[in-house]
């Protein structure tokens, strides 16, 4: 069984910052691509950024040059330090991850959200 666990979100001012983090227990042989989605109401859930083992980046292009993804295989954590912060950045923020577990094979597992709200 594998969890992840997300913590960091709450409300901000436009032009705030925060930062959000992604932890993964269980039987874990080994975490590949991590990664933070997130849906807006009435929206469909869209990628903001992932992150390979060997820590290459990928960004969507609303949040590039604002938001930095991270992760410390060691805790088997990721990050998305969130910089800039719009009202269009409202959301609940998921994060995923690609997980080969000791016994029970590789899937995608995602962690249940955290709620994002900027505004004055």
């Known amino acids: 069984q594998v969890q992840l666990v997300e913590s960091g979100g709450g409300l901000v001012q436009p032009g705030g910052s925060l930062r959000l983090s992604c932890a993964a227990s269980?039987?874990?042989?080994?975490?590949?691509?991590m990664g933070w989605y997130r849906q807006a109401p009435g929206k469909q859930r869209e990628l903001v950024a992932t992150?390979?083992?060997?820590?290459?980046?990928n960004y969507a292009d609303s949040v590039k040059g604002r938001f930095t993804i991270s992760r410390d295989n060691a805790k088997n954590t990721v990050y998305l330090q969130m910089n800039s912060l719009k009202p269009d950045d409202t959301a609940v923020y998921y994060c995923?991850?690609?997980?080969?577990?000791?016994?029970?094979?590789?899937?995608?597992?995602w962690g249940q959200g955290t709620q994002v709200t900027v505004s004055s």
């Open positions: 995923k991850a690609d997980i080969r577990m000791v016994v029970g094979g590789r899937g995608d597992y």
């Open positions: 269980g039987i874990i042989f080994s975490i590949y691509d």
């Open positions: 992150i390979t083992r060997g820590g290459i980046s």
